[in-house]
């Protein structure tokens, strides 16, 4: 019943805009404090027989209106989760009446005493900004001790592949940043900092999908901004946080977050400590083509791995006057993992039973350590809002990986061959990020504002791998296999934006210029790139406010996506004798330029379209040659990737304790271009849908059920099979909320595994892939100390896009 009067409230606003010939009413709502309630429910009801006859919410200055109201007598009804819903007397319009204002309304907290457990209303887990769509994790039940990448897969219009690479509404080419600082890291690290992190350290979650020119311009998708958990009590306060998972093998976290403030000193800081097994079972087949026939390659692979991860964080703001502040961070972590990896091949020609085959098992212990610092300093200039800040960051990315690769060849008979392979393969890199940022704002007036910066980051990468045969229990440099690669990037950028509103018009101009300088060297042969190259990145915004529950946006962007450090450099990574990976020195950055148009209803529903067009576009390249029967991947360029797409969001208040979001996207990619085999044309049209339930439920207990699907989408040469998953959670508090019990079962059918399929010129894979999704996680957390601490000053580093394109660990 509720759902069908929500939806009659969304078609009677909607004909709101079609037709102009009534009085209008308006008003505005306030909480106990006078303080403005946005977001309130306020539905103008028939006074004979209570039909709802329009619907709208409050803004954020708590200010409601409904135009075109014919003449007749109304009730006006107001409803907010967390406060006692409020009727009006009757209100009668006539002819004579002309526009009324209502007097403020104020609404009472329902703060409902049961079983001696208060039920207090909290943020929806996903929130539409006019800019954003913010994904509030803080409260989340299916999310309690999820790591950052599960929940970023459950996450509205985010998709995550296997290797870790993060795509929105269907667009690959993503900048994640952690509190406004980017990670500068590669997809494989990036998946490893996630998996390190856990719910209980994540705020929300901000999907930005066409930025402002402040930002970095990489990120050819849009932006990922990973807020951290800030403590808001007063002195010292802090929290403990314990979970077990089981699925096929177990895993532990746990953590310690501390805070204390006082008038001019906020000192903060958490660790945080996680343990567990996963496991990775893959299945690829190969098929070649021989003059007369076609071989195949079954190969099985079984992967156990087990992980150790710890990550801290530290810091101290100081008010050095009223209006001037201080800061230093410190943030690192330390990833140790042991992967034991065993692959069955089997060979098959012209028989229905293998001819020969090889299992290769490989060995691979890797520690991964970064430690970044940064330094700021802010300074309110007046009361108007000028202010200048300035960011100093400096970080260290170490990883070291020992690989030890044996393979025993085998015939058909299963009898053992005596030919075998042995190899050692060490990886140590490390990397040097220094950046330096600026940014200063200045309003003249509530109206008209202009933000302008400067940006400078220095980064050093120095990959020395080495890769040895085993002979006769001697290792022998195979310096064909080997590689230093060293590589060297300084980018400087400038920008500034302007943003002014005029009646119920807003707008933003903005535009970015990114000077790129950067030098490889491959060490043993001597040879060595330059690159000096500039480039303008201008974004624009527009937004008219038809009546107050009505709205439109445009906005534009242009964004560039450049190579991983690790993408560069033509080292060959091998998977065994017959599989292997490769960088890629001669790949350039890819630029896009975005399109996105969307109307939003009530401040809730809205349906944007979107377009895109990609030059350069960046895609993995599977080449097979078939005379030595060998598979390698690296990236090129293509010519071009168009993309297009609408998405459709629907939250809705279904009961007051039954809460749901929807959301729904429907898009269309193309990729195209001639790459080193040949040419490459693949399009396909997918769509992808997330639906979010809250239950609150008496006795302060409270459920989330969260589902998932996304169907066939194209990856560049990579056709990736539907996937669908669904989680559940429950969530139980005690002690005034100080105690916190949360029960989670992440994927309940098993259905979240990976299967794709390549084939163009004369490639012709397919990959079907199993990981460890399906798990039960039990997680308690305990909150201490004093309320209502003002929170820890969130803060922006310079140096997150530089991180972001690490590639240093699993």
């Known amino acids: 019943?509720?759902?069908?009067?929500?939806?009659?409230?969304?078609?009677?606003?909607?004909?709101?805009?079609?037709?102009?010939?009534?009085?209008?009413?308006?008003?505005?709502?306030?909480?106990?404090?006078?303080?403005?309630?946005?977001?309130?429910?306020?539905?103008?009801?028939?006074?004979?027989?209570?039909?709802?006859?329009?619907?709208?919410?409050?803004?954020?200055?708590?200010?409601?209106?409904?135009?075109?109201?014919?003449?007749?007598?109304?009730?006006?009804?107001?409803?907010?989760?967390?406060?006692?819903?409020?009727?009006?007397?009757?209100?009668?319009?006539?002819?004579?009446?002309?526009?009324?204002?209502?007097?403020?309304?104020?609404?009472?907290?329902?703060?409902?005493?049961?079983?001696?457990?208060?039920?207090?209303?909290?943020?929806?887990?996903?929130?539409?900004?006019?800019?954003?769509?913010?994904?509030?994790?803080?409260?989340?039940?299916?999310?309690?001790?999820?790591?950052?990448?599960?929940?970023?897969?459950?996450?509205?219009?985010?998709?995550?592949?296997?290797?870790?690479?993060?795509?929105?509404?269907?667009?690959?080419?993503?900048?994640?940043?952690?509190?406004?600082?980017?990670?500068?890291?590669?997809?494989?690290?990036?998946?490893?900092?996630?998996?390190?992190?856990?719910?209980?350290?994540?705020?929300?979650?901000?999907?930005?999908?066409?930025?402002?020119?402040?930002?970095?311009?990489?990120?050819?998708?849009?932006?990922?901004?990973?807020?951290?958990?800030?403590?808001?009590?007063?002195?010292?306060?802090?929290?403990v946080t314990l979970s077990y998972g089981q699925g096929q093998y177990p895993d532990f976290g746990g953590g310690l977050s501390l805070n204390y403030r006082n008038e001019r000193i906020n000192l903060f800081g958490n660790y945080n400590y996680s343990y567990g097994y996963y496991f990775e079972d893959v299945e690829l087949n190969r098929r070649f083509k021989e003059p007369d026939h076609t071989s195949s390659f079954i190969q099985r692979t079984s992967d156990k791995g087990r992980y150790i991860n710890t990550n801290f964080r530290a810091g101290i703001d100081y008010s050095l006057a009223e209006n001037q502040t201080l800061g230093l961070q410190v943030r690192g972590y330390n990833s140790t993992n042991r992967d034991r990896t065993t692959s069955h091949t089997e060979v098959f020609n012209y028989n229905v039973l293998p001819d020969s085959g090889y299992v290769t098992r490989n060995e691979n212990d890797s520690k991964w350590v970064n430690v970044s610092t940064n330094l700021n300093y802010r300074y309110k200039l007046d009361s108007l809002g000028r202010e200048l800040s300035a960011d100093i960051d400096y970080g260290i990315f170490n990883n070291k990986s020992d690989f030890r690769f044996q393979t025993d060849h085998y015939y058909p008979d299963q009898s053992q061959s005596t030919y075998r392979d042995l190899a050692t393969n060490d990886q140590p890199a490390s990397i040097d990020i220094r950046t330096i940022k600026l940014d200063y704002i200045h309003p003249f007036s509530k109206a008209v504002k202009i933000e302008a910066g400067l940006k400078s980051s220095f980064v050093k990468t120095d990959s020395d791998v080495k890769y040895k045969n085993i002979v006769n229990q001697v290792e022998v440099l195979d310096t064909g296999k080997s590689n230093h690669f060293i590589y060297k990037e300084n980018i400087n950028a400038l920008y500034i934006s302007s943003a002014f509103e005029y009646k119920k018009f807003g707008i933003q101009l903005g535009l970015r210029a990114e000077q790129t300088v950067a030098d490889g060297n491959q060490v043993a042969i001597a040879s060595t790139f330059h690159r000096n190259e500039l480039e303008f990145f201008p974004t624009a915004f527009l937004t008219y406010e038809f009546t107050t529950n009505h709205e439109g946006r445009f906005s534009y962007s242009k964004r560039i996506e450049r190579p991983g450090y690790q993408q560069l450099n033509p080292f060959k990574y091998f998977l065994d004798p017959y599989n292997y990976m490769e960088g890629n020195p001669e790949l350039e950055p890819q630029l896009t330029n975005s399109f996105e148009m969307s109307y939003t209803l009530m401040k809730m529903f809205s349906i944007s379209f979107n377009y895109s067009h990609t030059q350069n576009a960046m895609a993995q390249i599977s080449k097979q040659i078939d005379s030595t029967r060998t598979t390698f991947v690296r990236t090129e360029n293509l010519n071009a990737n168009d993309h297009y797409g609408v998405s459709l969001s629907v939250p809705v208040q279904i009961t007051k304790w039954w809460y749901s979001s929807n959301n729904f996207n429907l898009f269309n990619n193309r990729y195209q271009g001639l790459s080193s085999i040949g040419e490459v044309d693949q399009r396909l049209s997918s769509y992808s849908f997330n639906s979010y339930n809250s239950f609150t439920l008496p006795g302060s207990w409270s459920v989330e059920l969260n589902a998932y699907y996304n169907s066939r989408m194209v990856w560049g040469t990579l056709l990736v099979d539907p996937v669908y998953s669904v989680s559940a959670g429950i969530r139980k508090s005690f002690l005034d909320e100080k105690i916190s019990l949360r029960i989670n079962v992440n994927d309940i059918f098993h259905t979240e595994t990976f299967n794709s399929v390549m084939k163009y010129q004369n490639v012709d894979a397919d990959f079907n892939r199993i990981y460890d999704t399906q798990f039960i996680r039990v997680h308690l957390s305990y909150n201490f100390g004093k309320k209502n601490v003002p929170e820890a000053r969130q803060r922006t580093s310079g140096s997150q896009e530089e991180e972001n394109r690490i590639n240093t660990g699993r």
């Open 1 to 239: 019943m509720r759902v069908n009067l929500l939806m009659l409230v969304f078609l009677l606003s909607a004909q709101s805009v079609l037709s102009q010939t009534g009085h209008s009413l308006k008003g505005t709502v306030t909480d106990i404090n006078s303080s403005p309630l946005a977001f309130v429910n306020a539905i103008l009801l028939n006074s004979t027989d209570s039909s709802i006859v329009k619907g709208a919410i409050t803004d954020e200055k708590g200010f409601y209106s409904f135009d075109e109201v014919e003449p007749g007598t109304y009730l006006l009804m107001l409803s907010q989760i967390g406060y006692s819903n409020s009727y009006s007397s009757a209100i009668i319009i006539t002819e004579e009446s002309g526009n009324q204002t209502m007097p403020t309304s104020t609404l009472l907290e329902n703060t409902i005493q049961l079983k001696e457990a208060n039920i207090v209303a909290l943020k929806p887990f996903i929130e539409r900004r006019m800019d954003m769509t913010v994904v509030n994790v803080e409260n989340s039940i299916v999310d309690a001790g999820a790591t950052a990448l599960e929940i970023l897969k459950r996450s509205p219009g985010i998709v995550v592949d296997n290797d870790g690479n993060i795509s929105i509404k269907g667009k690959q080419g993503v900048m994640v940043m952690i509190d406004d600082k980017p990670t500068y890291l590669s997809s494989s690290d990036l998946q490893n900092l996630l998996r390190n992190m856990s719910s209980d350290q994540l705020s929300s979650i901000e999907i930005i999908t066409n930025p402002s020119a402040r930002y970095d311009a990489s990120g050819n998708s849009g932006i990922l901004n990973i807020k951290l958990r800030k403590k808001q009590n007063l002195g010292m306060n802090g929290s």
